[in-house]
């Protein structure tokens, strides 16, 4: 008889039955008691909900997760309803519960169970946020299943491609219709890592490289909102676990290996060099030769993609940093910048000045530049910048500025049309009407040609502009003061070129300008800069005029010779005497 109470006394194994609830298939025990394998919700005869284990494919971490957790806890119940000593055992059950996968894309599919998880995610936020007591290993393990039972998932291919838009355009953001949900499960991941319960000696077995490597590729998420709390999400596990921080840098870097030199499509880039932003901050001096490999291998090559206008605030923020930290490293940046300086994208030009710039100014010495010609030669061209550079990516520019300003573009409003209807109604005898109104697309031809021949000046000369603005810049001066002997006779052609020929009045002000700020820095070698730059003109006016000579003479010669077979020979025509008559 005692051995019979005993035996009643342990929980036995709940038997397997198939039974359904919508579209959910899963497994329960006719005590109630939840399994511990991705738990489902399951309908009981009685109308009450029983969590149950699902038949879906299991998605978990590489980490040992048990297979099953065995509680005698009803995890519908509050934690203000069991004692202190069962609350990590209702922890578990809240767990299992929270491992049920629900399809969002239909609200009002299975509404009641979804209402329930919910329920029991708020209630596990909660207790981690009140942090009464250390977490045991079986809640850590638990924990980080559903984690990645609920958030770790494939998205579906981008339809949407990255060379559509121009630098600077972002394409309109997709949300993901679970985000609700998601977002619940963030929130108790953020505050599950910053709890001072969780022990990250015990959960570094669990959130362990397969773990964040899974949490990076949900980077790609198209919803803004997801990024935002990842973003937040592993800036905590960098700081949390000293031991992953290594890795998290080498994974970080393939991330971008693989954007830059694969891909050239991610939703990401911006959110991961915004944490690195802060992790570079942090680096001891000396900076370590791995992060300068880092600088130079991960985050210069960053300049090369299309869509680097999505990204720049945070990479010129990052390569700022790395600068502030070792002046020396400038010369490594403006190397890597002139390696990827465009050249058929008058947009990137400007973007790679303004972080020129901001580059300039994070470093106080301009002693230890040792590539100032290279950097000053490039200016120089950016300075004579007088052309459009019609590139695809401009052109969209052009065409996304017409289709949201269609209508002031060509003065077209809703009155004119009007105005337009009328007048095609009206028939008086000597008003001629069709003959007028011929007229109209004309006018409207001319409207718009104006206008775009506005927006395409405004895009030929914002290079030059930008350029020549680098002079209103201390630390720009000082750095030209220093090395003047070198800079001046590089800088001072492209302004006299850019007076005689250049054709846009605020960039012939400011070349005026700058050269009154030179002339006036060192009038001696101003002088002297400008008189080697006459002879010099003098010299390929010379050179040029020989060239020319030259070429007529050859085309004299070749006119006189008999043409054998099929040689091929440049002939300028000539005109006859009889024809010259007739035309004159």
Not at 329 to 340: A, D, E, H, S
Request: glycine share 4%; charged share 20%; aromatic share 10%.
């Amino acid at each position: 008889m005692m051995w019979k109470q005993l035996l009643s006394k342990i929980p036995r194994k709940s038997s397997k039955s198939d039974t359904s609830s919508g579209s959910i298939r899963g497994h329960g025990g006719n005590d109630g008691v939840p399994s511990g394998d991705g738990n489902q919700i399951q309908r009981t005869g009685s109308g009450s909900v029983l969590p149950s284990r699902a038949t879906t494919t299991k998605r978990t971490a590489s980490a040992i997760f048990p297979s099953s957790v065995v509680t005698s806890i009803e995890p519908l119940l509050t934690f203000r309803d069991v004692p202190a000593a069962e609350k990590q055992n209702l922890f578990l059950s809240k767990l299992n519960l929270c491992n049920a996968i629900f399809d969002f894309s239909d609200p009002n599919k299975n509404s009641s169970e979804k209402e329930m998880k919910r329920q029991a995610l708020l209630d596990l936020i909660d207790y981690v946020d009140a942090g009464t007591s250390k977490f045991i290993e079986p809640v850590i393990s638990a924990s980080c299943k559903m984690f990645a039972a609920n958030l770790f998932r494939a998205f579906p291919p981008n339809s949407r491609t990255s060379t559509s838009g121009g630098e600077t355009e972002e394409e309109e953001p997709m949300f993901d219709p679970a985000w609700p949900h998601l977002q619940l499960v963030y929130d108790l991941l953020l505050k599950f890592i910053e709890s001072s319960s969780f022990d990250a000696k015990i959960g570094k077995k669990y959130v362990d490289h397969f773990f964040i490597v899974k949490l990076l590729d949900l980077f790609d998420s198209e919803d803004p909102r997801e990024r935002d709390c990842l973003k937040t999400i592993l800036h905590r596990i960098y700081g949390k676990f000293m031991v992953h921080r290594p890795f998290i840098r080498k994974a970080v870097s393939n991330v971008f290996y693989r954007f830059v030199f694969e891909t050239e499509k991610h939703n990401g880039i911006a959110e991961l060099l915004e944490v690195f932003g802060s992790v570079i901050s942090g680096f001891a001096l000396p900076l370590k030769e791995e992060h300068k490999i880092f600088l130079v291998k991960a985050l210069l090559p960053l300049h090369k993609p299309k869509t680097l206008g999505v990204y720049l605030q945070q990479l010129t923020c990052c390569v700022a940093q790395f600068v502030e930290k070792e002046p020396k490293l400038i010369n490594l940046v403006i190397k890597g910048l002139l390696k990827y300086w465009p050249i058929t994208s008058s947009q990137k030009e400007v973007m790679f000045l303004s972080e020129l710039e901001e580059v300039l100014e994070a470093t106080n010495t301009v002693e230890s530049l040792d590539c100032v010609v290279p950097l000053f030669q490039r200016i120089a061209l950016c300075v004579t910048n007088s052309h459009f550079q019609g590139e695809k990516r401009d052109l969209l520019a052009i065409r996304r500025w017409f289709s949201s300003n269609q209508y002031s573009a060509a003065g077209i409003s809703w009155y004119l049309w009007v105005f337009v209807f009328i007048f095609l109604l009206l028939n008086v005898n000597g008003w001629h009407t069709y003959f007028w109104i011929s007229f109209i697309p004309l006018i409207l031809l001319l409207a718009i040609g104006t206008k775009l021949e506005h927006v395409i000046t405004q895009l030929a000369h914002e290079v030059a502009e930008r350029a020549l603005f680098l002079w209103n810049n201390d630390h720009v001066i000082n750095l030209v003061s220093q090395n003047r002997q070198a800079i001046m006779p590089l800088i001072l052609p492209a302004l006299e070129r850019n007076i005689q020929c250049h054709w846009n009045q605020a960039v012939l002000n400011l070349t005026q300008n700058v050269k009154k700020m030179l002339s006036e820095m060192d009038p001696e070698l101003f002088t002297a800069c400008e008189r080697q730059h006459n002879q010099d003109e003098e010299k390929r006016k010379v050179t040029e005029e020989t060239r020319r000579m030259i070429w007529e003479r050859l085309e004299t010669i070749a006119s006189f010779q008999s043409v054998t077979g099929n040689t091929p020979v440049l002939v300028r025509p000539t005109i006859t005497p009889s024809i010259a008559a007739v035309l004159s």
